[in-house]
């Protein structure tokens, strides 16, 4: 029998990701998403990649326990990886009280399911922002958690507490992974499915490629004056669809009740830190063009230097980054130009 599961937030640009590698590893999958944060592209794309014209779209609001409800009693649900969440920092801080209340109570609907239906796998999309500015790197799942710079991220660290005291309540009815993702970068091979912000981008990779396909005119490299070695901040930039596989290892784990405990944690990373610069320098060697940067001060809450040590994750679960950050710096690069038509 073919297990079932759940992706909130599953047309997004993780999640649908996420629900390609599952599908491919031939789980069912129901996509659950409002569509507050994206447009069906990815779950258009997702499809195509796929061969799967018939999968499962529910149009649900987390935060609405009766339509949470009635996707419970509509599928037989195995595993739920829980998307669904805003995911700007800066407008979390402009915000708190719209992030708390959808980041937090999306997952608590999740939470009551899983516990009404008498047990669920749930896995938790954490982030490294849990480890806040870390004392030593690499950081290990054993580093200490420090307290959140945003709104944001303080989600992320509650909603981490929140699945724990679950999973210790239910005895182990209810099974849990918290997945602590660095930073997700590139796209699909196929340039159908990627990352897709809304206005101005946050992060680096799509603001990066949205200057070379010319909807902006220079990306700003917030500080060079950090210390390390070239002045910019320090990263460990995952591929997308490496993050995506890490899902399918951790939820098999779940389902072939291969845990060692009720709970657990990893940390999803190359284990290789990159510069800012080094990434930009990366960008226009390996697609053979220049970018129009410049040097600004630096962005207020940004820690000078992350990156994971993954070896739990390769050790335990088998699983392992395998793409170079050339492939993935390509494949952004395809699907932005894929955007424009080029
Ligand atoms: N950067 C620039 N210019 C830009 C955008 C980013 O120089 O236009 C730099 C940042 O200063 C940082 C690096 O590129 O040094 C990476 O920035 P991103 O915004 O891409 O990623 P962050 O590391 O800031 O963000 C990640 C996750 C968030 C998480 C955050 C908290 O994407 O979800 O870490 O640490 F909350």
């Not at 409002?34 to 014209?53: A, H, L, P, Q």
């Not at 796998?121 to 710079?149: C, D, H, I, M, W």
């Not at 004056?225 to 995506?244: E, H, K, M, Q």
């Not at 600004?296 to 739990?312: E, F, H, K």
């Amino acid at each position: 029998m073919k297990k079932t599961v759940l992706v909130s937030g599953g047309a997004g640009f993780i999640g649908s990701h996420v629900t390609v590698e599952l599908i491919e590893a031939g789980y069912d999958v129901v996509v659950a998403d409002n569509f507050s944060n994206c447009d069906r592209t990815g779950y258009e794309g997702v499809k195509k990649i796929t061969g799967r014209d018939d999968l499962p779209l529910e149009i649900v609001d987390f935060c609405d326990m009766a339509q949470v409800k009635a996707l419970f009693a509509k599928y037989p649900i195995d595993a739920v990886i829980h998307f669904a969440a805003y995911k700007a920092v800066g407008e979390s801080v402009a915000k708190p009280v719209m992030y708390y209340k959808n980041n937090l109570m999306s997952f608590l609907n999740v939470l009551e399911a899983a516990q009404d239906k008498g047990g669920c796998n749930v896995l938790f999309s954490s982030s490294a922002t849990v480890y806040g500015e870390p004392e030593a790197v690499p950081v290990t799942e054993k580093t200490p958690r420090q307290p959140a710079t945003s709104p944001y991220g303080n989600t992320k660290t509650m909603c981490e507490d929140i699945l724990r005291d679950t999973v210790k309540a239910s005895g182990g009815a209810v099974k849990g992974i918290l997945l602590r993702y660095f930073n997700p970068i590139g796209a699909h091979p196929s340039a159908l499915i990627g990352e897709l912000p809304r206005g101005v981008p946050n992060n680096l990779v799509p603001y990066i490629t949205q200057t070379a396909i010319g909807k902006r005119e220079c990306l700003s490299i917030f500080g060079n004056d950090y210390p390390t070695p070239d002045g910019t901040c320090l990263r460990d930039y995952i591929d997308i669809v490496d993050l995506a596989k890490a899902h399918v290892f951790a939820v098999t784990r779940m389902m072939d009740g291969k845990m060692k405990e009720n709970c657990e944690v990893f940390n999803i990373g190359t284990g290789r830190p990159l510069s800012v610069l080094e990434l930009v320098t990366a960008f226009e060697k390996v697609n053979n063009l220049k970018l129009n940067y410049r040097f600004a001060p630096r962005r207020a809450g940004d820690v000078t230097a992350i990156w994971a040590d993954p070896t739990l994750a390769n050790t335990e679960m088998g699983w392992k980054a395998t793409r170079s950050i050339e492939e993935t710096l390509k494949a952004a690069w395809a699907w932005e130009k894929h955007l424009a038509g080029k």
